[in-house]
């Protein structure tokens, strides 16, 4: 539960890189690690999605050993492509198996609209792993007629349609029309508010019959709360009724998804054989016995190692990690990235990281939430080389790990900040107009455009490498008692964290800010985007269902009601468009101060029934007339809500023994190619995984 996720609501520049050294360019990052010029960082558009390509700049400085490395880690990130999309829905495979095959052998016309509509559905299923919308979580129906895809199915060769045992093309047919067509059948992914969460979502994470209470229940029982080292129940399972009792299928070698889990097995142990040292060995090794035994205690072995690894400038994330796609926030989606050190950028995190326990000192919260000690909070930029899973295409731009309280209290936690993504986002960004539309006046504009690069890093540093390893959980508390507002609460206890602190002179002081005045600029733009902007990303009459939405929503929301008698900040009206305009700013520091302590008193008593009502009345409803003025306003800009990424292509050179001589990568492969390929190479599950 530890991802910062990109606004990307603006054309601001969402990157600053380093603090000293080297000759830097209009974003302020090293000239020699720009990409080339004529690199094409965009890709493809369709719906509501751009996607992008990344440039992964030092990869040729690395030594052969490490190239290696990240070769063989790149190609287990690959492996457990269908085990995500798996894990989404239990039809997903079938959907996309089928389409695949549709895209493959069609002989029509492709200029008809049924056929244009069917691309882009496809390309929407590829881009969310799925039939739900990677960041709402609705069910997006085909606009293609249904009449079409049956006749497509039919005109396929009996062979390439996924069929179940024993199943006709007909009875497929019938069994696959409503779960693609009907808005009704498996509507939402994950549904977080009123009903029973479990039945209401369409997830695969739970079989059939299993109800809300069953798991609530199921895991209850097993859980000693006596124990300060506890396993992250039901982490890497799914939970299922047989003969009317409940029973986990582990997710493992020899178990569930079996066959995908022994291809990443495969390629770490080739990885294992290349490891920078043997910290990094032993990290690796006790990922695969996990992978191998489905032990969750392994899990928190390999997990301490990972965490305690420091040394390594490759690294790597890899297996069932975090727990957003499950209501309850309990099973893991598969996911991994694959990075290296940026070792000037990180220069910056390393200064926040080595004054933790002066920022913990300071929390506006109460004393006995605080840490006594903060241990091994680790920092560092990172330049990504291949993401997959639940990485992919979508990804974060930061990252915290491990989730465990008790590790994270014990051992520390890892925060990076992707740096070459972000550039990749502001790239992409540039000239949308988005600033004269939306910002009050020039005054914030030019705060902007000025420290918009510095703060919006900084808060993610902050975000990453303090938020979230920040504060204690009192003793015998659950480190789920927040239950379906874990994730939320978690999210918003980060932010409130790096918003603190990013106006506090500690940083000028620090030398990692140029001016005592650059937080308006985040302050602004935090305030703007969970007032207003985001909702871009809300279809008419929905509610804020994803965590991070919510997050943003319920801290704006929150800091505005409380500030309106002083008029700390407002919402104004000018030619008929609504801004937002901040009278206020040592105030509404004030008032992110007192959000946090109430918030870290939350997370800390394991007070579920107040994160249950302050998240009910600040984070979830939306105004429909302002909702339908942004999404008016946001049409004449050129941008779309959503970006994601296809990745490198990497390839080996052998030597005359058939050895590798080095490992190259190309910047080359479209979207539409890219996952036609990644369906042939990478898709070694069974269709249906029952």
């Known amino acids: 539960m530890k991802k910062t996720v990109l606004i990307a609501m603006t054309g601001i520049s969402m990157f600053f890189a380093g603090c000293t050294g080297g000759q830097k360019g209009a974003s302020g990052k090293n000239i020699a690690d720009m990409a080339p010029t004529d690199f094409k960082y965009e890709v493809d558009e369709f719906a509501d999605l751009q996607i992008l390509r990344y440039y992964v700049p030092g990869f040729k400085n690395l030594s052969l050993q490490q190239k290696e490395l990240v070769y063989y880690l790149s190609m287990a990130a690959l492996e457990g492509r269908d085990i995500l999309f798996d894990q989404n829905n239990k039809y997903n495979l079938a959907i996309r198996r089928t389409l695949e095959a549709i895209y493959t052998n069609y002989k029509g016309d492709k200029n008809t609209e049924d056929y244009k509509a069917f691309e882009v559905y496809l390309k929407r299923v590829w881009?969310?792993?799925?039939?739900?919308?990677?960041?709402?979580?609705?069910?997006?129906?085909?606009?293609?007629?249904?009449?079409?895809?049956?006749?497509?199915?039919?005109?396929?060769?009996?062979?390439?349609?996924?069929?179940?045992?024993?199943?006709?093309?007909?009875?497929?047919?019938?069994?696959?029309?409503?779960?693609?067509?009907?808005?009704?059948?498996?509507?939402?992914?994950?549904?977080?508010?009123?009903?029973?969460?479990?039945?209401?979502?369409?997830?695969?994470?739970?079989?059939?019959?299993?109800?809300?209470?069953?798991?609530?229940?199921?895991?209850n029982a097993m859980k000693d709360t006596t124990d300060l080292t506890p396993i992250s129940y039901g982490l890497n399972s799914r939970l299922v009724k047989e003969n009317g009792k409940l029973v986990e299928k582990v997710w493992k070698v020899g178990g569930l998804y079996s066959p995908a889990i022994e291809r990443v097995v495969s390629w770490l142990e080739k990885a294992e054989k290349v490891a920078e040292n043997d910290k990094q060995r032993d990290v690796i090794t006790k990922l695969v016995s996990y992978y191998k035994s489905g032990d969750l205690k392994e899990f928190d072995a390999y997990a301490v190692a990972w965490v305690t690894d420091l040394g390594s400038q490759v690294d790597f994330v890899n297996g069932f990690t975090e727990v957003y796609g499950d209501p309850l926030g309990i099973k893991a989606s598969w996911e991994s990235v694959v990075n290296f050190k940026n070792e000037e950028a990180t220069k910056r995190a390393e200064i926040i990281s080595n004054n933790a326990q002066w920022f913990e000192d300071r929390s506006p919260i109460d004393k006995k939430f605080r840490k006594e000690e903060v241990k091994g909070v680790s920092a560092k930029v990172i330049t990504v080389a291949q993401l997959g899973g639940d990485c992919y295409p979508a990804t974060p731009i930061g990252i915290n790990l491990p989730n465990a309280d008790w590790i994270r209290r014990d051992h520390g936690s890892k925060s990076v900040t992707i740096e070459n993504i972000m550039e990749a986002y502001d790239a992409a960004g540039a000239h949308t107009g988005f600033n004269d539309e939306f910002i009050w006046s020039d005054v914030e504009i030019s705060s902007i455009k000025k420290y918009g690069f510095i703060t919006d890093v900084l808060h993610t540093d902050l975000h990453e490498c303090l938020g979230h390893g920040s504060g204690k959980l009192l003793p015998g508390v659950d480190p789920n008692a927040l239950g379906e507002h874990s994730s939320t609460i978690e999210e918003t206890r980060a932010d409130l964290f790096g918003l603190y602190f990013i106006a506090d002179s500690k940083l000028l002081e620090l030398g990692?800010?140029?001016?005592?005045?650059?937080?308006?600029?985040?302050?602004?733009?935090?305030?703007?985007?969970?007032?207003?902007?985001?909702?871009?990303?809300?279809?008419?009459?929905?509610?804020?269902?994803?965590?991070?939405?919510?997050?943003?929503?319920?801290?704006?929301?929150?800091?505005?009601?409380?500030?309106?008698?002083?008029?700390?900040?407002?919402?104004?009206?000018?030619?008929?468009?609504?801004?937002?305009?901040?009278?206020?700013?040592?105030?509404?520091?004030?008032?992110?101060?007192?959000?946090?302590?109430?918030?870290?008193?939350?997370?800390?008593?394991?007070?579920?029934?107040?994160?249950?009502?302050?998240?009910?009345?600040?984070?979830?409803?939306?105004?429909?007339?302002?909702?339908?003025?942004?999404?008016?306003?946001?049409?004449?800009?050129?941008?779309?809500?959503?970006?994601?990424?296809?990745?490198?292509?990497?390839?080996?050179?052998?030597?005359?023994?058939?050895?590798?001589?080095?490992?190259?990568?190309?910047?080359?492969?479209?979207?539409?190619?890219?996952?036609m390929r990644y369906a042939r190479e990478y898709s070694s599950l069974p269709t249906y995984n029952d």
């Open 127 to 219: 881009f969310s792993s799925g039939i739900h919308h990677h960041y709402s979580q609705d069910k997006f129906l085909p606009q293609f007629s249904q009449q079409f895809f049956v006749d497509q199915v039919k005109a396929l060769p009996v062979e390439l349609v996924p069929v179940k045992e024993g199943q006709t093309v007909d009875e497929f047919i019938t069994m696959i029309t409503p779960v693609m067509f009907d808005p009704a059948v498996m509507a939402k992914k994950i549904t977080q508010s009123g009903q029973d969460l479990i039945v209401a979502s369409a997830n695969n994470y739970y079989g059939e019959g299993v109800t809300q209470k069953d798991v609530v229940d199921f895991y």
């Open 512 to 675: 990692i800010i140029p001016d005592a005045e650059a937080y308006k600029a985040e302050y602004y733009r935090f305030m703007m985007n969970g007032l207003m902007t985001q909702l871009v990303r809300i279809e008419p009459g929905k509610e804020v269902e994803e965590s991070h939405m919510r997050n943003r929503q319920l801290i704006a929301k929150w800091v505005f009601e409380k500030g309106q008698a002083e008029k700390v900040v407002e919402l104004k009206e000018r030619d008929g468009k609504t801004f937002v305009v901040i009278n206020d700013y040592t105030k509404l520091r004030d008032l992110f101060g007192q959000l946090l302590s109430e918030i870290q008193r939350i997370k800390s008593e394991g007070d579920f029934a107040a994160a249950k009502k302050i998240v009910e009345d600040y984070a979830v409803k939306v105004d429909p007339k302002l909702h339908a003025e942004v999404l008016e306003r946001y049409k004449g800009l050129n941008m779309k809500p959503y970006k994601g990424f296809v990745n490198p292509v990497m390839g080996t050179v052998l030597n005359d023994r058939g050895e590798i001589a080095d490992v190259v990568i190309t910047y080359t492969e479209g979207y539409a190619e890219q996952m």
